[in-house]
C-alpha cells in the first residue's frame, strides 16, 4: 500500500511538534557551510511541503520530489497560498529524474529509511550523485538501530479534534526492518462522523558504516556524520544521525572528454 494515503489529511496535524524552523536554520547551516547559499536545490521525500516551504523562504530554488499525490496536493496548497515558486514532482526516490543538476539534495525525517533494500539504497545515492552539480551537497538524516530498539513491540495513540490514529509498532531484529499499522481517523463534514484509513509502512535500520559504503559505491565522497540536528559525532544512543555526501567525478569525466 502507498504510504501516507490517509495519514497525509492529518500528517500535519500530528506533526506540529516538530521543529521545522530549528530544522531548516540547522539545515541552511550545513548548506552554507559547504559552500551552497543560493540556486537549486532538491528534496527528496518532501511530504506535505514543510521543509520545502521554509527552505524556499531562506532563498533557495526549491524542487520537492514524493511518491504520494496525497502529500504533495497539501504541498501544492501551500504553495499556492506562500506563492512561493517551487516545483513539485510525483516520483520515487528510487527512479527520480530531473531536467538538469541541483547544487544540492536534501532529505529530513527519516525518508531515507523507507528504502528497505541494500540495491536500492544504492541506486538512490547513484541518481543523487548523477543530478548533483560537481561537488555538490548530499545530506539526509535517518533513524538508527538503536532508536527502533527502544520503539520495539509498542503502541502510540493520539486523540484531536480534528483527527485521531493508532500507531501499532514492531520491530524485527533479525530482519532490521521496523514496521507500523497505522489506522487513522479523519473527520468528515460537520455530523460528527470520520472516516478511517488503514496504512502499513516499513523502514530499515542502517548502520553509519552501510551508508558510507552505498555512497561510495555509489561514487559519492562522504564527508561527515553528526548527532541528530547537532555539530557532535553521533553516539552509542543517537536516535537520529545527520548524514553529509559530495558528488565527485564529473570534473574528472569532462576532463576524460566522456
Known sequence: MEAYSGFAQVYDLFMDNVPYEEWCRYLTGLLREWGVKDGLVLELGCGTGSMTERLASEGYDMIGVDNSEEMLELAMEKKDASQQDILYL?????????????????????????????????QVFRLVNN?????????????TEYKYHQMGDSTIAENREDGSFIWDNYYDEEERINEYDLAVFVKE?????????????????????????????????????????????????????????????KDRERMNGI
Not at 131 to 143: E, K, T, V
Request: with cysteine; charged share 30%; glycine share 8%.
Open 90 to 122: 510525483l516520483q520515487d526516490m528510487r527512479s527520480f529524474e530531473l531536467y538538469g543538476t541541483v547544487k544540492a539534495v536534501v532529505s529530513v525525517c527519516d525518508s531515507m529509511n523507507y528504502i528497505l533494500e541494500k540495491e536500492d539504497l544504492e
Open 189 to 249: 463534514g460537520n455530523q460528527g462522523l470520520y472516516r478511517k484509513y488503514e496504512e502499513t509502512h516499513y523502514q530499515r535500520a542502517y548502520s553509519m558504516e552501510e551508508m558510507v559504503a552505498a555512497g561510495e559505491t555509489a561514487g559519492m565522497e562522504f564527508l561527515a556524520a553528526y548527532n541528530g540536528f547537532t555539530k557532535e559525532p553521533p553516539r552509542e544512543d543517537s536516535e537520529r544521525i545527520c548524514m553529509i555526501f559530495r558528488e565527485k567525478g
Open 131 to 143: 543530478y548533483l552539480d560537481p561537488g555538490g551537497i548530499f545530506i539526509f538524516d535517518m533513524n
